[in-house]
């Protein structure tokens, strides 16, 4: 697939603290990258997941789309939750790939006339980026000492 990525990144704390988030930085080796279509896609639910941004060093719901975000444990359960979901609806798609509507955007600004954003997705990678993330969550909750970084696009 072409177009923008979201990074995400499965951290030990007794590693990296909450302040060693900039070593991954254009680390893509070592990450999951997460369509951002789909990111976009599932954007309503993943404002309820608690977070954490470490730039800011405040606490917050949702994942910061255009900077860093870290998913403690609390979040990590949330997150697992709607991904389980996600995944059960996408597993409904009956043929190998769907064509998802996104945002939309202006097309004439004289005549106001404006289009949606489609993009055709294979079934198979919208699965696997969902529960190689829902996989990250899994390792989270089962330690005290594991976090997920995410990098916005």
Not at 30 to 39: A, G, H, K, Q, V
């Amino acid at each position: 697939m072409l177009g923008l990525y979201h990074e995400f990144f499965l951290i030990n704390q007794e590693d990296y603290d909450y302040e060693g988030y900039k070593k991954f930085y254009n680390n893509k080796n070592e990450s999951l990258s997460f369509e951002d279509f789909i990111y976009r896609y599932i954007i309503e639910t993943l404002k309820w997941i608690p977070t954490y941004n470490p730039s800011t060093k405040k606490n917050g719901l949702g994942l910061n789309s255009y900077g860093v975000t870290i998913i403690k444990k609390e979040g990590s359960i949330m997150l697992d939750k709607i991904l389980r979901g996600w995944i059960q609806i996408f597993s409904c798609i009956p043929t190998k790939s769907i064509i998802l509507t996104g945002s939309w955007y202006s097309v004439d600004k004289k005549t106001s006339l404006v289009q949606f954003e489609k993009e055709k997705l294979k079934k198979e990678e919208i699965l696997f980026m969902l529960q190689q993330l829902q996989q990250y969550c899994k390792k989270v909750n089962s330690s005290e000492n594991n976090y997920i970084l995410h990098f916005g696009i």
